[in-house]
């Protein structure tokens, strides 16, 4: 079975939210991407002042979507990465995957540290496109910078 890698992964991944969003709202189709994307921005953030909205609406989103999320990063994930990046991790980080990769072994799962951290940049990407000013990226990097 050969996959088209052709498309952008995060192309995907956008396109796998706009379906979710287009199950949950009954929008026409013919309505550009972009405009979309505005609207829902505007009616996130005004939802975002009562809680309790709020998080029901990323639990909602968690879990209509969770497949089509899952199998967009795998895809991203599969093919080797080409370019070179290097991070410096305390020893706590480096404690902690070098515990997920042997806990997923242990379970016959092969993984590697490097597998572990492209999925978890991959997940913090897509996050950040869905949410925007509200990810989580971008609260921490506020809390830090504070």
């Given at each position: 079975m050969?996959?088209?890698y052709?498309?952008?992964?995060?192309t995907?991944?956008?396109?796998?939210?706009?379906?979710?969003?287009?199950?949950?709202?009954?929008?026409?189709?013919?309505?550009?991407?972009?405009?979309?994307?505005?609207?829902?921005?505007?009616?996130?953030?005004?939802?975002?002042?009562?809680?309790?909205?709020?998080?029901?609406?990323?639990?909602?989103?968690?879990?209509?979507?969770?497949?089509d999320?899952i199998e967009?990063i795998r895809?991203?994930?599969?093919?080797?990465?080409?370019?070179?990046s290097?991070?410096?991790?305390t020893?706590?980080?480096?404690?902690?995957?070098?515990?997920?990769?042997?806990?997923?072994?242990?379970?016959?799962i092969?993984?590697s540290?490097?597998?572990?951290?492209?999925?978890a940049?991959?997940?913090?990407?897509?996050?950040?496109?869905?949410?925007?000013?509200?990810?989580i990226?971008?609260?921490v990097l506020?809390?830090?910078?504070?």
């Amino acid at each position: 079975m050969s996959e088209d890698y052709s498309v952008g992964t995060y192309t995907q991944l956008a396109e796998a939210a706009e379906k979710k969003q287009q199950q949950a709202t009954a929008t026409p189709v013919t309505e550009p991407r972009t405009k979309k994307v505005i609207e829902g921005t505007k009616q996130a953030s005004k939802k975002a002042s009562n809680p309790d909205s709020t998080i029901a609406r990323y639990q909602d989103s968690k879990f209509d979507s969770e497949e089509d999320v899952i199998e967009v990063i795998r895809k991203a994930v599969k093919p080797t990465g080409k370019e070179a990046s290097i991070h410096r991790l305390t020893p706590d980080e480096k404690d902690a995957i070098t515990d997920l990769v042997y806990a997923q072994r242990k379970k016959g799962i092969t993984t590697s540290e490097n597998e572990i951290a492209r999925i978890a940049l991959n997940y913090l990407i897509w996050e950040y496109r869905q949410n925007k000013q509200s990810s989580i990226l971008v609260k921490v990097l506020e809390r830090l910078n504070a």
